[in-house]
C-alpha cells in the first residue's frame, strides 16, 4: 500500500512538472500570464480576474460606444473647440517625398512573418492558429496572393475588419461590477494581424528614411523604450537641479486615446503631413472604413456594431497611426520653449525656472491652453484627473519656490508620481521606487518558492527572470552613483532570488552561488546598463536623443588619443 501511494505521489509530481514546464516554456515572454497562472497555482490570488456574471456583453458593448459619443459631443460643445484656434503650423507637410504605393512582398517574407507571430487565436479566427501554423506551407501561395492583392489594389478585405472586444480591468484592485473600470482591447483575424505587420514595416521604413517622426516620441519605435524616454527626461532634470533650479514635470494623460481618432482627421494628416498617396492611402482609408466589433464576455457574443471613431487596441498598426495622429503636438509644445517627451498618449512637460523667478511658469501656462485647443481640435480630450504635478530640485530651492495655481493643473502638486512605470520624487532619489521594487519582488519569491520543487532549475530561472530580474533591471540606469546602503536593498533581493532557485540555506554565502548562475551583482548591473546605452548611442542603435547627450573628445593638438573614442565630461 505504501508502495503503490509513493509511486502516485511520484507520478502526480512528474505530471505537474511536466505541465508546469510545458506552460512557463510557451508563456516566458509574458509575464502578465504568468503571474495570473502562478497566483492561480499556489493559491494566492486575491484578484477577481473573471467578468462578473451580472455583466454581459451587449451591456459593454453600449457602454463602450456610448463612452466615445459622450466625449466627442463633450469636446465639441466645449469652448475651446470653437475659440477661434488656428491650425498649428506643424500641420505644413514634412517633406517632399510621398509614400504611393506598397511593395508586393516575397514568399520568404511572409513566412518569417507567420512564424514570429505568436500564437493566440482570436474568436474570428475560423481555425486554432497554432494548426494555421502548421498547415501553412499548404496555403502559403493562396496566402502571398491575398496579401499582395490587398497592397497592390490598396483595398482591405471586411473579414480582416471585424474585431472582438474583449473587457480588461485597467487595473487589477479595481471593482469588476463597474463598467468604467474595463478597457476594450481587439482581438483581430490572425491574418488582418499579418497584413499590419507588412504595412508597419514598409511605412515605419519610409518614416525613418525622412525622419518624419517626432523626436521627443518613444512610442513603438525601434531602439526606442519608456526606459529612454525617462533616461532621457530625468538626465535633463538632474542638470536643472544642479545649477540650483526648481522644475516643475507635469503627467498628462488623456480620455480613451485610441478610441476618439477621427478617421477624416488621421486620412488628412496622413496624405498631408506624412506624404502617403496613391493606392497606399486608399489602403489606409480601406483599413478606417466599414469595420465592424462585438464584444464577447462569459462566453456570449453581443451584436456586431459598426465603428466610426478610433483605432483598435490590441492591434499592430495603431499605435503607429496614434502617434502620426499625434504629429503637430510637438512642435506646439516646442513653440513655447518648454520641454516635453512622449509615449504613445502618455505626455510629459517640465520646466526649470529659478525658485525667486517665477515668470517663465506663465510659458507652461500658455502651452497648456495650446495642447488642449489641439486635442479639442482632434477630439481628443484630457483627462484632467489624471493630470499629476511634481515640484523636483534642491529641498532649499523648493522652500523658497512658493507654488501658484496654473490653470488646468491640480491646486497641490505631489510628493511621488509614476512616470512610465518609474516611482519619481521630488528628491529625484528614487527611494519610493526602490521600495516598491522590492515589495513587489518578495511577493513574488514567496509564490515561486512554493513552485520550487515542481519545477526544473531551468523553468525556476525562467520565472526569476520573468518577475525578478526584469523588475531589479527596469531603469537600473538612473541609480548609477547612487548610495550603496540603498542600493543593498536591491541586492538583498537578488541574493533572496539565487537562494530560491539554487535551495540555498539562508546564513550560506551567496557570493559564489551568484558566480555560478552568472549573475551580475546590483551595482555592476547598474554600471553595465550605463555602457550599454553608451555603446548604443555611439553606434546608431539608441534614440537620437541620447546620442546628443554625449560628447566626443577633441584634445586641444594633436594626440596620440586623438581617435581612441573617449568622451568629454562637461
Known amino acids: 500500500m505504501k508502495e503503490s501511494l509513493s509511486k502516485y505521489r511520484q507520478a502526480l509530481m512528474t505530471a505537474r512538472s511536466v505541465y508546469l514546464s510545458r506552460l512557463i516554456d510557451r508563456n516566458k515572454t509574458n509575464p502578465k500570464f504568468l503571474f495570473e497562472s502562478v497566483a492561480r497555482l499556489t493559491h494566492n490570488s486575491t484578484l477577481n480576474l473573471q467578468v462578473p456574471q451580472a455583466l454581459n456583453s451587449d451591456e459593454f458593448i453600449k457602454f463602450f460606444k456610448g463612452k466615445i459619443t459622450k466625449i466627442r459631443q463633450t469636446i465639441q460643445c466645449t469652448s475651446l473647440a470653437t475659440n ?41 479566427d475560423p481555425i486554432p492558429t497554432k494548426f494555421f501554423k502548421e498547415i501553412v506551407p499548404q496555403i502559403s501561395n493562396t496566402l502571398l496572393n491575398v496579401s499582395n492583392s490587398s497592397l497592390k489594389l490598396g483595398y482591405v478585405p471586411k473579414p480582416f475588419k471585424m474585431a472582438v472586444i474583449r473587457p480588461v480591468l485597467k487595473k487589477p484592485k479595481l471593482e469588476p461590477s463597474v463598467l468604467g473600470n474595463y478597457r476594450p482591447i481587439s482581438n483581430l483575424p490572425f491574418i488582418s494581424n499579418i497584413m499590419e505587420k507588412v504595412v508597419v514595416r514598409q511605412l515605419s521604413s519610409f518614416l525613418q528614411k525622412n525622419n518624419t517622426n517626432e523626436l521627443y516620441q518613444s512610442g513603438f519605435r525601434p531602439n526606442h523604450s519608456t526606459e ?17 533650479l526648481i522644475s516643475l514635470l507635469v503627467l498628462l494623460d488623456l480620455t480613451a486615446a485610441f478610441d476618439t481618432v477621427d478617421h477624416n482627421i488621421l486620412l488628412d494628416r496622413l496624405e498631408g503631413v506624412v506624404g502617403i498617396t496613391g493606392t497606399a492611402l486608399s489602403w489606409f482609408r480601406s483599413y478606417l472604413t466599414d469595420r465592424y466589433q462585438y464584444a464577447h464576455v462569459n462566453n456570449e457574443s453581443s451584436k456586431a456594431t459598426k465603428v466610426t471613431y478610433g483605432v483598435p487596441q490590441g492591434s499592430v498598426l495603431s499605435p503607429l497611426l496614434f502617434t502620426l495622429y499625434m504629429l503637430p503636438l510637438g512642435n506646439i509644445i516646442r513653440n513655447h520653449g518648454v520641454g516635453f517627451h512622449c509615449y504613445a498618449d502618455d505626455t510629459q512637460l517640465y520646466i526649470s525656472v529659478n525658485p525667486d523667478d517665477t515668470s517663465l511658469l506663465s510659458r507652461l501656462e500658455d502651452c497648456l491652453l495650446d495642447i488642449r485647443c489641439c486635442m479639442a481640435k482632434n477630439f481628443l480630450m484630457l483627462n484632467t484627473e489624471k493630470t499629476e504635478v511634481l515640484v523636483i530640485g534642491p529641498k532649499a530651492a523648493r522652500n523658497k519656490f512658493h507654488h501658484r495655481s496654473i490653470s488646468g493643473l491640480p491646486t497641490q502638486p505631489n510628493t511621488v508620481v509614476r512616470n512610465l512605470g518609474l516611482l519619481v520624487d521630488s528628491d529625484l532619489c528614487f527611494d519610493a521606487h526602490i521600495r516598491s521594487i522590492t515589495r513587489t519582488v518578495f511577493y513574488h519569491l514567496r509564490n515561486i518558492a512554493k513552485l520550487r520543487k515542481m519545477v526544473s532549475l531551468c523553468d525556476a530561472e525562467k520565472l526569476i527572470h520573468a518577475f525578478v530580474t526584469s ?44 558566480s555560478s548562475l552568472h549573475w551580475l551583482p546590483v551595482k555592476s548591473r547598474t554600471d553595465y546598463k550605463i555602457l550599454l546605452l553608451t555603446y548604443k548611442a555611439l553606434n546608431g542603435l539608441a534614440p537620437e536623443y541620447l546620442s546628443d547627450l554625449l560628447t566626443s573628445y577633441n584634445p586641444p593638438r594633436l594626440l596620440r588619443s586623438q581617435g581612441a573614442g573617449y568622451l568629454y565630461l562637461g
Open 84 to 124: 477661434g484656434c488656428q491650425p498649428p503650423a506643424s500641420l505644413m507637410p514634412i517633406n517632399n517625398e510621398t509614400f504611393e504605393s506598397f511593395i508586393p512582398i516575397k514568399h520568404s517574407e511572409l513566412l518569417s512573418l507567420i512564424s514570429s507571430c505568436k500564437s493566440s487565436t482570436s474568436l474570428v
Open 228 to 244: 529612454t524616454a525617462l533616461v532621457k527626461v530625468m538626465n535633463d532634470l538632474l542638470m536643472a537641479s544642479d545649477r540650483g
Open 471 to 514: 523588475r531589479l533591471d527596469y531603469c537600473n540606469a538612473l541609480l548609477s552613483g547612487y548610495p550603496s546602503g540603498s542600493l543593498h536593498k536591491l541586492q538583498l533581493v537578488q541574493n533572496a532570488a539565487a537562494r530560491v532557485l539554487t535551495n540555498t540555506k539562508k546564513f550560506d554565502h551567496i557570493t559564489p552561488v551568484l
